[in-house]
């Protein structure tokens, strides 16, 4: 480029390749950024409709791979607790019927409306990403209760590996539909291994208990030519190694005040492309709109390499009472330095 381009059009799909697989995009991918909270929907309303001009260079296909209600389970379930509290097997001798009743991702009728925007994104030349929320700890520990379930690594370990065994292979036939029926970019998901100042268990738990089926996941993933991208809140430095090593390709947020975002950059930049992702519980909130700025541009000098290895998101869902000239500063950097930076490459 001559110049520098501040166009609000999306990112052509191969641009978000080059980025995620450090080939010199044209500018920082933007993903993930106009991630609304609802009560920030319910505070603004339409007011948020004027950040609609500002790209998003992904489209999402979403589904939902468990709907415990929906399984006909010979029990009632009881929700009525707090959110971590809550469990589906209250136990483990339910786990064969849990087991038989998970549904089959070659029949689940979520798949019937996601064609069309599979279809727009394709014309569109856009970055297709399908997904869903929750992978091996997060579903897990939704399934028993986060409590029990750690626990449940020393005293119940082979009905862990069980519960992780169907969960992979359920995962693997929507991947594999997906594939099949969308020809999707990337698989997005989520764990939320970390809490402010470490994993949720040590790392060698996560080694016996998690990696061996997010390594099926990758290799799966690897064959098919497809980015696995990876939301994980908290500090998970101690295992970022192994989630490079079993195939995630881009890692969200490196969450700020839990993570050293240039000791992270140095250390796992050549394995991990981060989708960067800009603070929303201080940072997007607390500062005035040029700290915004500035803290944009920080993240993208940290993580933008010369060839890439960067797109840049909210680190969580944007709260309420966040104030509006915040979010249009973060939108409006993120496109003016993201070209700005990689024009300096």
């Known amino acids: 480029m001559s110049s520098i381009d501040t166009s609000y059009s999306p990112l052509p799909r191969t641009e978000v390749i080059k980025a995620i697989e450090r080939q010199g995009p044209l500018r920082v991918p933007i993903i993930q950024a106009k991630w609304w909270s609802e009560g920030l929907v319910k505070q603004y309303r339409k007011r948020l409709e004027v950040f609609d001009r500002y790209p998003e260079d992904a489209v999402f296909l979403w589904i939902v791979p468990v709907n415990y209600q929906g399984m006909g389970l010979s029990w009632d379930l009881d929700t009525s607790g707090a959110y971590d509290s809550n469990y589906v097997i209250d136990d483990w001798g339910k786990l064969d019927e849990f087991i038989d009743k998970l549904p089959d991702p070659n029949t689940d009728p979520q798949f019937e409306s996601l064609h069309a925007i599979a279809e727009q994104a394709h014309d569109q030349d856009l970055y297709l990403i399908f997904g869903w929320w929750?992978?091996?700890?997060?579903?897990?520990?939704?399934?028993?209760?986060?409590?029990?379930?750690?626990?449940?690594?020393?005293?119940?370990?082979?009905?862990?590996?069980?519960?992780?065994?169907?969960?992979?292979?359920?995962?693997?036939?929507?991947?594999?539909?997906?594939?099949?029926?969308?020809?999707?970019?990337?698989?997005?998901?989520?764990?939320?291994?970390?809490?402010?100042?470490?994993?949720?268990?040590?790392?060698?738990?996560?080694?016996?208990?998690?990696?061996?089926?997010?390594?099926?996941?990758?290799?799966?993933?690897?064959?098919?030519?497809?980015?696995?991208?990876?939301?994980?809140?908290?500090?998970?430095?101690?295992?970022?190694?192994?989630?490079?090593?079993?195939?995630?390709?881009?890692?969200?947020?490196?969450?700020?005040?839990?993570?050293?975002?240039?000791?992270?950059?140095?250390?796992?930049?050549?394995?991990?492309?981060?989708?960067?992702?800009?603070?929303?519980?201080?940072?997007?909130?607390?500062?005035?709109?040029?700290?915004?700025?500035?803290?944009?541009?920080?993240?993208?000098?940290?993580?933008?390499?010369?060839?890439?290895?960067?797109?840049?998101?909210?680190?969580?869902?944007?709260?309420?009472d966040t104030p509006l000239e915040n979010i249009q500063a973060f939108l409006d950097e993120a496109l003016r330095y993201g070209w700005l930076h990689r024009q300096s490459k």
């Open 134 to 320: 929750r992978l091996f700890f997060e579903r897990p520990w939704e399934i028993r209760g986060m409590e029990n379930l750690l626990t449940d690594y020393y005293l119940f370990p082979k009905q862990v590996h069980r519960l992780q065994e169907a969960l992979c292979r359920l995962y693997l036939g929507y991947l594999q539909r997906a594939i099949r029926e969308f020809s999707p970019d990337g698989f997005w998901t989520s764990d939320d291994l970390g809490h402010q100042r470490q994993l949720f268990m040590r790392p060698n738990m996560f080694r016996e208990f998690l990696k061996p089926y997010y390594a099926r996941i990758g290799v799966f993933l690897r064959e098919q030519k497809v980015h696995w991208w990876l939301h994980s809140c908290g500090n998970n430095t101690s295992i970022l190694g192994d989630l490079a090593e079993v195939g995630v390709n881009v890692f969200h947020p490196v969450q700020k005040g839990t993570m050293d975002e240039a000791a992270v950059a140095h250390e796992f930049g050549d394995r991990l492309t981060f989708l960067a992702g800009l603070d929303v519980q201080h940072v997007l909130q607390e500062k005035d709109p040029e700290g915004v700025r500035a803290e944009v541009r920080h993240l993208m000098d940290i993580f933008d390499g010369p060839e890439g290895g960067m797109c840049i998101a909210a680190g969580n869902g944007i709260v309420e």
